[in-house]
């Protein structure tokens, strides 16, 4: 609830900056290639945009994650997979963005630490971007930095029937930086 009255209030704050946006957005590449740590993806993610309507983008990931426990080598495969829609809103300079967005983190897992279902369980978790970008017009680089919260769906279960916490069943917070290329 309390990002929701902060949403509504960022946007009543910059509502004049919203036209702006729109036609300093024409000027940016339409593709984006970035490494987040963190993030969307939850421990990092190489990531895809591309930038449509002006000041909308795309952005698609993925990740690859092994752990395996060192005194029963029992282990795990997640493939963490960020799909979100975000809007970029200008603030004053032309390099200068606030980044609001949502979408969902997808993970596959597979392994012998935990199970939910099946062999290889999929789990759907809601997300949300909420940062500050850097995007230089000329230039081909940029940067990222973004409070990322998301909601677990479910939870993986591991042998003994507990929930492991950084997934499921309940609201995390959660951030993350990036680095990128645009073109």
């Given amino acids: 609830m309390k990002i929701l009255i902060f949403l509504f209030l960022f946007f009543c704050i910059f509502q004049n900056g919203l036209s702006q946006s729109n036609k300093d957005s024409l000027k940016l590449p339409r593709h984006h290639v970035f490494l987040e740590i963190g993030g969307n993806g ?9 930038r ?4 909308f983008v795309v952005r698609a ?23 979100t829609v975000s809007y970029l809103l200008n603030l004053c300079q032309q390099q200068h963005y606030v ?10 897992s597979s392994g012998t630490i935990s199970s939910y279902k099946a062999t290889t369980d999929f789990f759907p978790n809601l997300t949300a971007i909420i940062g500050y970008r850097y995007q230089p017009i000329r230039k081909h680089w940029s940067c990222k930095v973004a409070f990322t919260p998301y909601y677990g769906m479910s939870s993986l279960i591991n042998s003994q ?9 309940r609201l995390q917070f959660w951030g993350g930086v990036g680095i990128g290329y645009q073109f």
Wanted: cysteine-free; hydrophobic content about 40%; glycine content about 12%.
């Fill in 42 to 50: 939850l421990l990092y993610s190489l990531n895809y945009e591309y």
């Fill in 52 to 55: 449509f309507a002006k000041a």
């Fill in 61 to 83: 990931g993925g990740a690859y994650l092994y752990l395996q426990e060192k005194t029963t080598e029992k282990n795990q495969h997640i493939a963490s997979l960020p799909i």
């Fill in 99 to 108: 980044e609001v967005g949502g979408g969902a983190m997808l993970f596959l």
């Fill in 161 to 169: 029937g507990e929930a492991f916490n950084l997934i499921g069943n």
